[in-house]
């Protein structure tokens, strides 16, 4: 069963739609939920790729992936973060969205220990 994305026309609303046969999506036209308009346009989804344990591994140790990094700023740290939980198939937390939220937004790991201490970081990982 494909999900489909659209996005109103009238509301700029982006919204999926799960269709459980295509005969039925041939035969209506979908409604945006937001505002009800039926002028909607189909976007392009990104799409899933399976793969294994091993290949995730192998390009996590790809050294060319950290090469945007400076370990200087903390929006590239922030950054980094996000994607190798993406790349680990793995959901933030939301302690863990929320330092890469500050961090992305430019706030030292510093700063954020000092008004999250429930992190408790040791100071030599700082």
Not at 27 to 41: A, E, K, N
Not at 58 to 67: F, G, K, P, V, Y
Not at 78 to 97: D, K, N, T, V
């Amino acid at each position: 069963m494909p999900i489909y994305e659209y996005r109103c026309s009238a509301c700029h609303e982006q919204i999926s739609i799960l269709v459980r046969s295509i005969s039925k999506m041939q035969m209506t036209t979908p409604r945006c939920p937001h505002c009800g308009s039926q002028d909607l346009r189909r976007l392009i989804s990104r799409v899933a790729v399976v793969r294994s344990e091993e290949a995730r591994l192998e390009s996590l140790a790809d050294m060319s992936t950290l090469s945007d990094i400076d370990e200087n700023n903390p929006r590239t740290i922030g950054h980094w973060m996000r994607r190798m939980s993406a790349e680990m198939g793995e959901h933030l937390s939301a302690e863990f969205a929320e330092v890469a939220d500050r961090l992305e937004a430019g706030q030292t790991p510093e700063e954020i220990e000092s008004t999250m201490p429930e992190l408790d970081i040791p100071p030599e990982d700082l």
